[in-house]
Every structure is written in structure tokens, then in C-alpha cells.
């Protein structure tokens, strides 16, 4: 639970635009990657200092600038002068716990996104970090460490396959953007999976423990579903294509993302109601077993308690009590005996108790 | 369950506008039927290569082309270059699990419909998508199968029947997209007759069985749910008549499938209401079973438990028992004690509990 | 609940424009008025062909055109003949199972609308359609069998009471309308009444059967609910006046019954939460009530059980109890076991179990 | 119950415009105020005739004509030549169960308004309909019957306190509806106190009566709401000023009472979540006491049962019974059952059951 | 409770304008604070008299004005004076209990904003009413008492530090915004752990006292989400930046404080679903609890209540009862009472009761 609010107190009382970084420190060392290409060259290098990059701002080629560790602001800092960003902009890069959301600064455009993976060891859902910067040639993106979600982008740009290599920075962002929500799609699966697993053991063995897994998985849900209708917003602004930025041929592709995210959405919502479905099926399971132990205890219950009397009945040390001196007193008495206990039986048999 | 997330997937990590069919694959040969017509003329045949749709492309009639089978992706390539489809909207082609959409793309209109059927051997309701192209002069329709769904309005085609001979190519995917809405009262007709079965049994018998059931159609209804909304999306786009492609004397044909998608709309959520509502007619009845159980245990344990007291109060060994003594002391315990038991009977007859 | 999905798939297949007649047929003959007035005449005869009423067609009175009986379908498709009504219109008129709507065809208005009111032998509201459609100087209207829901309207023309006769044909259009929408009253008073009953009925005893009664009143205000959503659209683009077909002075009049809508749907849904509330009464009514059985059974068993045991113990055959021969061991284990039978009463009656 | 449909369908049939008085007669004598005044002048007189009014219409003092009692309806009809209201106008302000709502006849807005007070007798919240008519330079209002909420408004006038004689038609109209508004934070002071007092009762002892008391709160704020939300629509459409007859400078003053208006809606919608929630600690109450009940039961009859049937193996009459003849058996029979009576407390209270 | 409604009303049948101070009095002297600043100079004075801020209004620099406590109202109006506030902004000022709210009178604009404090005595939630005007070079700021919200905005300034001194009188109005928004995240985060706690009580001990503790959160629930979507609603309006009070450089600082309030909604929002998910598994809790008492009983019971039967047959006094004669007799009735209970015991077992 902590996770809901955890690092967004961190700055409270600092000036605005005070770049700090807040937050979990995922990675020790800093990479910083620079990509250029046009429809004819690629090349990509690592670089020790942000400042390296500047030489490369202004030419024709489309730039990436790819900082993956967010910790020494100093970079960011850097980084955020070498195409001028606002001051607000980076205290988001650098402040997690952000929703996912773009600004349109006019002449870069301003998106922060969430990476979702299934953590490994908290078996939770986890999310990283990652805003990108789209300018008219370059786009620079910051993560919170180096993970392999951009890969196959940066495999394709340096195979020159499909249309990335002579489709400009929109594209690129694009690109970039569609590898992420495409996570969505591998952690919803996983999800999917445990749901299942989960319902098959609350019909099982509607144990408490069930419900505990059931509520987990509702926070997760919960958790997600946040994440993906922000994430709805920042995609539906790309797919309108307010922006010059974006060239209309490139808008059909945010159109195409922007399907993804309404079908991650969908699938959220149906998970959603079908763990409240679940909910529903599991209190009903528990009154069930109730009701069954009930019923045995009841059948019991009914069956000997007047027997029990009877047998007291003649247990009494009255001396005058005619039966006990009748020959046939005892046989009689076991035949009463064994009649009510048959009408017992044939009265719970006819409410379909057994 | 797995449906709701299966196909969603499989191209995680291509680059976009890559046509790899997602999907089941539901026919073993891709069946391709070109159907042109004017006022005056209609024929139909069957085409072994895609390729030779492209002669009719340019003719005054309409031209129909209506290929059966997605898997062999080369074809759909193919027939998407005849008339110059988009990539991404190739893609989407092949691609299950597409929510209904449309999109405008100026020169043509793409639209992705789900046809719903019952499943024969899951009894679930299943779906198919159909994607259809619509041209100045032409409309294209891509099946997973051959289905029946489109035979009636080749049927009226061939005989000529109707307006729609003579009424362009915009009313031809009107009449398609309208026999696909058809279908959903087909399926909405079984699901209202599954549900009041259900209703029956869940009054005759309360079992876990029939909640089960009911969890189920509650799951096929968020299932139709989803696609039914999305539907109401498509008919209101194409209803509004925002693209030139489709004529004001069509428009109004559009508008009655939109209402038709309303009226499934209804009757969906209704079906989602009266499902709710037997859930708690379910639970109710469990309520009532117990208080039924609890009852009887209560009357015969109320009523005998002191019974048995006053059997084992004489059945003690004191020496000195007056009472034992006492001539009358048997028969006025009985009196005792049937006395007791009738005030009791009286006092649960009082309270309603019989 | 048949009738949610009933009337709507017995077309499937056909083409659109198809007049065939879709429901159950209410009437054996069908009754043709006709009606035409202006400020100083009103004529009211019967006719035997449709064809009859053309010659009215275009003199300067309003002319009323009633027809009761949709099944003869050529009747219908002539009186379309008569003002040029489009084949689809014609279709949703002999349609039952539409939803109230409103279609503005420029030189004409339809309107559908549901008349309501309670069957007399299922006890359901029942509701019935009816078809209107404005001209600029006629009305002409369809039921599914007289009825005596336009009675007032006619003896007002007839009378020549209020300025019914000299407002032409909108304002006998709003006139008809506003007789259809205050039979929702009449219908909601008789739902009233029911649910106060039930309501009565739920507190003084909580069967099975009140809580089925309450499903079904739910379940009638579904139906209703959907249906007076779509009324108050219908009311809305009338009372907006977007059609030259209503002068402004009758607007103010549309106005008034579109309010009289929104009383309509305040109330229904005013009725569904009273059901609601309703149902969570009846549940904890029940909770309540096996609470009551419970402690009766607990204080009896209570009390008696530890009893029944002390008596047990001195019904023990043991050769060397000491108490057995004591002089004052009976009184004594008397007096013991009302101190414990007193004790245990008081500390349940602290407990408030009585 | 019944005054959620009462006076609705009182008309029925009849023309529209019919000026029949629809709802309960709550006062004899119908009383007529004239009020007019500007900077300097102030006069109030009670009229016996409506029709003594007319001479004040045109002078250039602001005039109020307040109408309290609405069963003689030839005097609202006189009422509305003066200043020639509409028919239907008329008609809305005799029929009781309007909902709040406003008009703009262009020359004339007309307002109907609920003024709410505690119910003496019925203990309910009770309504009272307002209409009032805001010209140029008059303002005319109908009462039920003559109640105390204008008087202070009235004094205001007399004593030229604040800008209220100076500030015109449309400021007296705003200083009306302000005094109708406040009146509702009465009642919703009353509301709150009668929730904090079911809310003690209901921790303290949840019985079905404060159930039922629980279920009328919810009911009055079912009422209320229906109520404010129209209130807010009434009053959003004044502030916004698109009638020329309210002010600039006027309409700054009616924003104030609309901001009263939504915190009338948060209070209530407060309240219904407040009340939702004690049905949730209700249920729970109950759940809790069940448990309570069966575990006093189950320790009771755990604990004694085993026992019970010891004595009663020892009260069986077999002859050769060993244990019987022991000299040690009575004591350690004792020994054993208190042993076992022992260990189960203990375990009980392991279990934290005490 | 009594704070969702208390102060609302104090001021019923006063006319509007009247500033009256209406809630509870927080300090007992009024300070009044005067900051002036520009870029280069800073300096800050307090006030014994209102007055004496007359002369520094019309000075270039920035000034703040800030007057700590309300309930002398005759200050409130001479800093209304100072420069020409509405009455009903004065009587806003005074009043508690105001929704957060934003008015433009176009030439200031005045903001009511509620800051958050963890109540040290009642635990819960408080909130000091602040209201700030905007003018073209001064901010004025009212609190209910001096508190330390806005010293970290006074530090900054006196430093110099950031763009603060040198930004005009609308990003002052930001910063102190900013500031107030703030202190929501350290009240969530207070909450965040009081939710946190009771979960992990819910589950240990599921006591009544902690379904209360889970109503009062969810009622704090209520009252801070009140608050936030008011104050979402403020932020918008700056955010949108429609007056020319707020420069375009301005604005983006707003919009990132839009942001935070989105954040402070999304956490509100997700600690709501979170406390009715705990609700659910109280309850759930409970059922298990009563199944398990449910349990024990029967177990008991069934086993027991057969073997006793048996004993009291042969307690029975009969005088012809072989089996009492025979030699092996009691030997064998145990062993059969023996057999009996493990058949019990293994039943249960198998069915998973233990």
C-alpha cells in the first residue's frame, strides 16, 4: 500500500522547480546513450557527459538521447540545457510517483509515461518512470534504470527495418511510446493468469486466505487502472495531433496505440468486475458451508434429542411406572424408538436435506 | 476467461504494420468471392488469386470482394494493394481480438465488426471478426470464415430484391453491416432464454451450481457488453454521415442499425440487471434456507431439552424422593411434560414458526 | 421477461423496408377515423378504405388520421402512400418492440411512443405503440387497437374546448402526445400503491414470496425506466423546436410535457432506490430473525443443557456416592439447580436477550 | 410514501392551461400583499381584490404582489391578467409536486421554488411550493398559505436595511429565493441531528426500529435530493444571467446563493453516504450478535454435553459394570469430567471466544 | 459529524453582505503582516492597524498583505476598503465552511481554499479556512490563525531564492497556493498509515471497534474528497489562465499545482475503494468466525449427542432387558459407542471440518 503515496510528499515546502531526486534509487550508475540516424547512417554511442551531446543537436539526422538512472540530477540538469526545458519539467523527470501525462511546451512536447513489469519479488505489479522529450529532431528520453523495453527499437533503427529510419522524431517517439504500452499487455496476461488460478481455488477451498490474494489482486487492479486511463489521456492528446510536432502521417500511428490503450482499459474494467463477480461467488460459498454444517448438526440433533427423552422417560425411579413391568415394555419402546427415527429420516429426505 | 486477453499479445515487440495473423485459425483455405453488380446485371465467382479482382476495379458497377480466411496473410497484402489500404489497417485485419471500430481514412472507410454466435460445443457465445472496406465503388470484407451471415444479402443481390441493386456501394456495406447486427438478437433471443432457466432453477433449487451458471452469463454479458458499446460507437460514426462516401439517402438506412445497436445496448444491460437482481434472490434464498434449518433444530431442541431435564431429574438415585414415592407421580410427570411441550408448540405456533 | 427480446429478431434476414407486421395482434378489425376541423367546423367519420381520406389531404382544415390495427400491412403502406412516408418508417410502425423516438424527415415529423397501462390479467404494466407522424397541416396516428387513450383529446375537438381547434396540427400532435405521457401517471400511482404493500407486506412477514414480488416490481421498473429515458429524448428534440413543423407558440407546450417527463423519471427513480432500500430491510429482517430463533434456542439450551447434567450425575449408578444418602441431598440439588437456572436468567436478561 | 405521486395525475385528461387547484388546501382565507417602494418610499397593504393591484403596475416603484393561498384560482387567474401570464404559467403555480424550475418568457421569468420545513405532526420534512414571477419592475408571489419566510425580507424593505431598496426587481426576486434557500439549512441542521442521534441508537442497540428510522432518513433524503438537485439547475440558470432582466450587478448576488445551493447538494449527498454507511455498521451489529449468541451457545453445549454423556455411561443399569463397584470410581468420575470441563475452557479461551 | 453542517446557517435571515464572523474563534488577536518586495529590496512589517497598508498600494513592488484571524470584522472591512473588495467576498472571508471556490470580479480574483491539519486532540482531519485576493501588484491573504503554512513562501522571498522575487504578485499567489496544496500529501500520508494499521487489526482481531475506526476513516473519506474536487476545480480555472490578472509564464506554474491536486484526488479516490475492499473482508471475516463456531458445536454435538442416546437406553428400568444381564454387555455397548465416534470423527475429517 505505501506505494500510493509514498514519494510524493518529498518535497513539500521547497520552491518549485527545485530539482531533486524522489524517489527509489534503482540503478547505481548512470548510462547515457546517443542514437542519430537518417534514412542512410546510424550510429550509436555511450557517453561519459551529457554535454557531449549538444554537438549533435543541430543536425539533420533525428537524435535519441536515452538517460537511463535519474539520481544525479546534475545530468538532468544538463541534459534540460542542452534543448532549453523548463525547470518544472525536470522536478518531474526527477520526482516518481508522477502521473502519466504531456505538455505541450510549443516547441517540445513533454510526456511522462509508466513502464509496468511484474516484480519479480514482491510478485506485484511494478512501474517505472519513463518521460520523453519530443523536439522537431530529437527526442530525449529518461528512465529510472536500463531496462530492455526500448531494445527492440533501437534493433529495428539499426536495421533499418519498417519505416523507422526515415520517419523523423515523431515517429521515433512513437515507437518508443507503442514498446511501452505494449508491456501492458504482457503484465495484464500474467494478471489474467493469477485470476484464473485464483477463482479455481476459491471454488476449491473458499478459504480466507483466497480472499486475501482476491483483495490483493483488486489493489492491483485498482493500482493499474489508474496508471491506464491517464495514460488514455496523454494518448488520446498525441492521437488529436494538436501539436505541430506531430505530422499527420505519424497521427494515424498514436491512433493505432491509442486503440491499444482503450483495449488495455477494457481489460482492466472486465478484471475489475470479475473479481467483484468473484467476491460475490465466494461470500456465497461461506454461507453455503454454513448452511451444510447446519444441516448436520440439525439432523442430528433432531433425530436423537426426542430419543434421548424417551430413553430418560424410562430411566425415572418412579416406583409406580406400569411399562417397566410390562414383558414386551422394552421391545415395544426400541420399535417406537426405531419409528421416529425412520420419520425423521423420510421428513429430511422429502426436503432434500441429504 | 482467457479470451478476454488471448490474442492481445502475440505481436508484443514488432514493429507496427507488420501482418502476422493473430489469432485462431478457423478454415483450412482462404475462399475469395468477387461479386459486381449494377442495376441491370449481377455476377458472382469464385477467385483462386486475389490478383484478378484488380480488372473490375475501375468498372461503373459495384464491386464486392469478400475473402473468407485470414491466416494466409499474403492474400490480404495483396487484396490491400488493389486498392491502396494502410498498413496499420492491414494489420488490424489479421489481428483478433480488435474491439469494433471505425476509421475514416478520406478515400475509404475501414470498419471492424465482431459477428457473434453461439458456440456450438462451449455454449458460449462466440465471436468473429469481420472487417469491411468501403470504397466510392467498392466494398471489401475480410471473414476468419465463411460464414452464413452475409448469404441473405447476396441472395437479394442475385434476385435483385430491394433497393439495393441500385443503390451504390455504401448501401451494400449498410446491408452487410446490418446483417451482423441482426445476429446479436439472435444471441441476445438464446442468452434471455438461458437466463430464465436459470431464474427457475435458481428458485427450485438454490445450489451452488445454479450460482455458478450465473457467474457465467454475468461473464458473457460484460463480454457482449464490451462489443456492443463499441458497436453503438461504429453506427454512430458512420450514422452522423461525416464521410462523403456515404450518401444522405443512405444515411437514414445507418440510423436504423444505430437504433437497432440501441436496442441491443437495452436489452444487454437489462439482462445485466435481472442478473444482479437473481443474485440476491440467490443469496436470500440461502438466508432462508438456514432460518428453515435453524428452526427446526430450535423447535425439537426447545421443546425436548426440557423434557429430558425433568426425565433425568427423576431418574436420580437420592434415597429420599418423595415424589418417587407418590402413587400418582408418574402420571402427573407425564402431564407435566405434555403440558410443557403444547405451551411450547402454542408459543412457536404464536411466533409463525410452523 | 420474454418481452424484453420477443418482437425484435422476427425479422432477421429481410431486407430493410420490409413491412411485415412484428408482434401480437391486439385487434381483429381495423378501425380508420378520420378527423378534420378548423376553428369553426369538425367532421369525424369512419372509414372503410384508407384511400378515402386523399381528397382531405390537401384542404386548408387540420385533418386527423387515426388507424387502429397494424396487421393489415397494405393499409398501412397506403396510408404512407398518402403523404410520402418513407418505407423504413413504415417498417418501426408495424414494428412493436421499438423504443420511443422522434425522426425528423424535414416535410414530416415521427414519433414513436408506448403507451402504458396495467394488464389486467398478468398484472404487468403492459404498454402498447404508438406511431405518430406530423405533417404541416395533418396528424396522423397508429395504435395496435383502439383505444381510449385519445377519447379526451377527440371530445375536446369536438367540444371545441380550449384552443384546441384553432392551433393547427403541432399543437394537436402535442395534444395527443400529452394524453400518452399522462397515462405514465396513472400507471405510476398503481406501482406506488403496490410498492407501499409490499412494503407492509415485507416488515409484517418476510417470506420468500414478498421478496419475489419485490423482484418483480423491480424488474417492472427496468421496463418502465428504459422506456421513459427514451420518452424524455423524444419530448427534448420536440420541446427544442429544431423542426419549422412546430410554431413557437406550441413549443411552450412541448415544454410542458417534456417536464411532465422528467416527473415521470424522477419518480421511477425515486421507486427504484425505495425498492432497493426495500430489499436491504427484508435481508436484515431475515438476519433479524434467525438472530431471535438462535437465542431462543441458546437460552434453552443454556440453561437446561449443565441441568440435565447435574441430574445426570446423580442418575450415575456408582456403589459410593455419599450425596445419594444424604438426608438433604434432593432438596439440596433442587435448590442448586434453580440458583444456576436464576443466574443464567438474569445474566441474559442483562444481555438484553429478551 | 404517497407524496412522491400524490397530486400528479389530479388532472388527467383534462385540457392543458385548466386552472384547477391540484393538492392539499392548506389554508382558508387566501391573503393578498401589496408592496411597493423605491429609495424613499416604502408601503405595504393587504388587498382584498387582486384586481386593486393593476393601478400600481406601471408606476415606476419596484411593486411586490404576494398571493398567499392558491385554492381560489380565479384570483391567480386575475392575478396573471394583471401582468398577462400564461395559461400554462397559471396552471404550474396551483398544481402542487412541481419540481424547481425557472422559465424565461422573455418579458417575465417565472420561478417555482420548494420551501422546506420540518413536518410538526408527521416528523417529516414537508414542502412547500413556491412560484414567483419576476417583470421589469414587479415581482408577484404564490404561497401555499402565509408562512414566516419572507418577513424577514419584508422588515429588510421596511427599514431600507442594506441595498434592497435601491437595487430593484431583480435584487428583491434574488432576497426572496435567498431567504427560500437559507430556510434549507435548517432543515438540514434538523437532519443532521436526527442522523447523529440513529447513529448512537444504532451502536448501542440495533434493533429493527432503528432500522426502520434509518430507512425514512434515507427516504427524506431520497425527497431532498430530488429537491436540491432541480434548486441547483433553477439557480444555475439565474447566475448565469441570460435573462436580461436580472442585472449585472444583480447576478454576483444570485452566484452567492447558487454557491449556497451546492453546499446544500454536498451536505446532502453527505448525508446519503453517512446513512449508507450505518446500514453497512448495522448488518455488522447484527452479524456480531449472532456470533455472539452462537458462541455462548456452542461453549455451553461443548463444555456439558461430553459430560452429560459420562454420567449418563454411568447411569446405565448393565450388571456387570466394574467401575461401578470401585470405592474410588465416584471421585474419579468427578475427577475425569472436571478435567475435561477444564480443558475445553482453556482451549476456548485460546481461542479468544471469551 | 456536526462539522459537515455547523456553521452553514449562522447567518439565516440576515440580509446578504452582512459580515458577520460565523465559526469557531481559532486565535484571540488579529496580526496583520505586510510584506512588500521587488527584486531587489524585501521588507516585512507588522501592522497594528489596517490602515497603515493604504499607503504601500500603489507602490511598484509586490505587496502581500496577510491578516491572521478573522473574528474582528471591522479589519476585514478596512482591508476590503483598501482596495474596494464586494461585500460578499467580505462575507465569504468570515464565514466558515466554505467550499473552495475561485470568482473572478476582474480586476482581483478571489480564491477560497481550505488548509489541512491533522487535528492533535480529536484525530481527525481539520481544516482552517484561507482565502487570498489577486490584484494586479498585492496579494491579501485571510487566515483563521496564524499558522505555519506560509513561512517557507516568507523564507524564500526573504532569501531571494528562485524566481520568487522577481515574478509579480500572481506567482506569489501561486507559491502560497502551492504551498496550502502541499499539506494535503502530508494529511494523506497520515491517513495512508491509519489505513495501513487498520488493515492489519481487521485481520488479527476483527472486533466491532474496528469496523468503527474503518467508518471514521471512510467518513474523513468523504470530508477531504468534499474538499479536493472543489479545489481541483479552483486550480482549473487558474490553470486555464482566463483572466489577465495570471500571465502566460504564470500559468504553467498553476498547471503543475493542477497536477498535484489530480494526485491528491487519485489517492483520496484510491484510499476510498481501498477502505470499502477492508469493509468486504470484515465481513467476510465475521462469516468465517461464525463457521467456525458453527463448527465446533457441531462437531461436538454429533458426536456426543448419539453416544448419550445410547447410555440413556440402557439407564432405561425395564425390567426385561436382556442385553443388562449379559455377561459381555458393557464391554461391547462401549465398544460400539467407540466405533461410533471414529466413524463421526473420520467423516468430519474427510469433509475437511478440522
Chains 1, 2, 3, 4, 5 share one sequence.
Not at 83 to 97: F, N, S, Y
Not at 301 to 324: H, R, S
Request: glycine share 6%; charged share 30%.
Amino acid at each position: 500500500m505505501p506505494r500510493f503515496v509514498k514519494d510524493v510528499s518529498c518535497k513539500t515546502g521547497l520552491p518549485p522547480g527545485t530539482i531533486i531526486h524522489c524517489g527509489e534509487k534503482k540503478t547505481e550508475e548512470v548510462k547515457i546513450t546517443l542514437i542519430h540516424y537518417d534514412g542512410d547512417r546510424f550510429e550509436e554511442k555511450e557517453l561519459t557527459r551529457v554535454e557531449d551531446a549538444f554537438p549533435f543537436k543541430d543536425r539533420p539526422t533525428v537524435t535519441w538521447l536515452n538517460i537511463a538512472g535519474l539520481h544525479r540530477t546534475e545530468i538532468i540538469e544538463k541534459a534540460g540545457d542542452i534543448v532549453g526545458l523548463h525547470p518544472l519539467l525536470l522536478e518531474d523527470i526527477v520526482t516518481m510517483g508522477q502521473r502519466p501525462k504531456v505538455e505541450d511546451f510549443g516547441d517540445y512536447i513533454f510526456v511522462v509515461l509508466k513502464m509496468l513489469h511484474d516484480g519479480e519479488e514482491s510478485g506485484e505489479v511494478e512501474e517505472e518512470q519513463i518521460s520523453l522529450v519530443l523536439g522537431s529532431s530529437h527526442v530525449i528520453t529518461f528512465q529510472e534504470r536500463e531496462n530492455v523495453v526500448f531494445r527492440p527499437v533501437v534493433d529495428r533503427l539499426k536495421n533499418g527495418k519498417g519505416r523507422i529510419r526515415t520517419s523523423g522524431a515523431d515517429y521515433l517517439a512513437y515507437a518508443l511510446i507503442d514498446a511501452v504500452v505494449d508491456r501492458y499487455f504482457v503484465v495484464l496476461e500474467g494478471l489474467g493468469e493469477k485470476i484464473e488460478l485464483i477463482e479455481d481455488n476459491l471454488v476449491a477451498d473458499p478459504s480466507r486466505n483466497a480472499l486475501r490474494k482476491l483483495q490483493e489482486l483488486k489493489r492491483e487492479m485498482l493500482f493499474l487502472r489508474r496508471s491506464v486511463w491517464s495514460l488514455r489521456e496523454v494518448l488520446s492528446f498525441l492521437e488529436r495531433g494538436e501539436s505541430s510536432l506531430i505530422r499527420k502521417t505519424t497521427r494515424i500511428y498514436f491512433k493505432d496505440v491509442y486503440d491499444h490503450a482503450i483495449q488495455v482499459i477494457d481489460t482492466v474494467e472486465t478484471f475489475r468486475e470479475m473479481l467483484s463477480g468473484m467476491l460475490d461467488i465466494y461470500l456465497s460459498s461461506m454461507s453455503n458451508r454454513l448452511n451444510e454444517v447446519m444441516k448436520v448438526l440439525t439432523i442430528i440433533a433432531t433425530i436423537f434429542i426426542p430419543l434421548t427423552f424417551i430413553a430418560g422417560v424410562y430411566g425415572m425411579n418412579f416406583k409406580f411406572m406400569p411399562e417397566l413391568e410390562w414383558r414386551w415394555g422394552y421391545p415395544f419402546i426400541w420399535t417406537v424408538m426405531v419409528s421416529m427415527a425412520s420419520a425423521m429420516i423420510i421428513y429430511f429426505w422429502k426436503k432434500k436435506w441429504f
